[in-house]
């Protein structure tokens, strides 16, 4: 098939990555794929102004943001000369175009037939701003096969916005990256988690739970890694081990020599770090949000209530558990990690585009 991804910007963000990972697996399968991309969105003074004064991160620079994933696919891989809407003249003649935000579903909403068949995957439940609300429900009710990579998302706009005709996808982790022997737990309990200032993220959760935690274990260490160094507004504890922007070889070094991986978002799209944990024989303690009702089973991590004195608990219990019955967790996070491949998730991502939904455009 001759397929098209249109994306935002390029960017490290884990939605381009699932971007970039299937259009390479479907490149290596023989597919003729292209993705079409807008430059980095520059933020005008204002918006600056307002990060500075709350003492959040400056915006990353385009050259510090821009990812190489897509290098391999050379000219197949178009960059428009500035942000605006993508067109038909800006895309190939194609058999299959996928939305992958709301933005871009809308354009590719008003693609020629000639662009392919229609597709939107759904990769977070985007109601982020008041004032684009009513434009991202548009596209949940927009003539595209509707493809979500959790329950959560499916079942949310199915709520919200009465929208059942969505497919399911889970996202998947690349097994050969994300990857540790087996292992005794750490003589200290030792929990991490991704640093990130995004409020819906609730990083506050994971290190108020860590701090009460440590006062019942005065042994507990924890790590956290992330793409900027902590805010003002969200310190890090001193004895917090901070990584900032990690090469991705040592990525699955962090999660591998931790016991526990706390995943406290209060909404999520998918969570990339719970599969990655996982891979790497960490088990996980998940807030309800995006895939963790869909991967955490009782056997490789729990789901637990967004409270920090609920998770300070369960890492006690687990501090205090014998490492064979950790290890038993262990094997059964290794085990969630290997059957969600990317090959298996390309498999069911091939059959979709190649049978769309009646009435897909």
Known sequence: MRITFVTPFISHKGGIR?????ARKLTERGHEVFVVSTPQRRPTLLPRLKRRLRGAA??????QARTRLLDFLGARQIEVDRVR???DDDLPDADVVVATWWETAEWVAGLSPRKGRKYYLIQDYEMFRPDTAHRVA?????PLRKIAVSGWIRDTIAREHGVRDIALLLNAVDTGHFNAPMRSK???LRAGFLYTPVTRKNVALAIAALSRARKALPGLEAVAFGSALPVPTLPLPDWIMFYETPCQDEIPQIYAACDLWLFTSKHEGFGLPLLEAMACRTP???TRAGAAPDLVDGRNGLLLES???VFAETMAHFARMPDAQWQTWSEAAWATAQAQSWDSQTDALERLLRAPAEGAA
């Not at 699932?18 to 299937?22: I, P, R, S």
């Not at 548009?138 to 927009?142: L, N, Q, S, V």
């Open 284 to 286: 996980v303690l998940a």
């Open 186 to 188: 750490s003589g200290f």
């Open 85 to 87: 809407p993508i067109t």
């Open 307 to 309: 409270d920090p004195d």
């Open 18 to 22: 699932v971007v970039a990972t299937y």
């Open 138 to 142: 548009a596209t949940y009710r927009a």
């Open 58 to 63: 400056p915006f990353p620079s385009r050259a």
